[in-house]
């Protein structure tokens, strides 16, 4: 056959193949090389659980085929106008805290593998809820 499928191979693994013909007297070509990198998926159905004034609850799916492999996500938020916040976890989920009220992130995770190499993004957004601080500017209430 001149082709053939490579099985079990490690997510955003880098692989050397080489290849050669063999002819039925068993005299051979000159090898033939090439190196293919496997695929590290991105984090898959980002999800905003749940969401207040100053925190939000964020989760994902395990990317497949990293069930052997050693990882970790790489956590980014921030809102309109400044520096994003950067963590990692190694779980699929994680809870942000020290949000504003009344307020839109953007939120991205990435698989990391060991050496340091990364999945694409996964993104979402997410709007914190109105306090009562906030209610009590907006209609001269005060709360106490």
Known sequence: SHSITLSDLQCGTQYS????TVLENGNQSQLSSTTLTTIL????????????????????????GLDQTQHHYQISYHCSGTEPHITTTSSPSISLSDLKPATE??????????????????TTTLKTSKGLHYLSIISGFNFY
């Not at 193949?17 to 050669?20: A, N, P, Q, S, Y």
């Not at 992130?105 to 996964?122: A, D, M, R």
């Open 41 to 64: 998926p991105a984090p898959d159905q980002l999800t905003v659980d749940s969401v207040d004034t100053t925190s939000a609850a964020v989760s994902w799916s395990q990317p497949p």
């Open 105 to 122: 992130y953007s939120v991205t995770v990435c698989t990391v593998l060991e050496n340091g190499k990364q999945s694409q993004l996964s």
């Open 17 to 20: 193949v080489t290849v050669c």
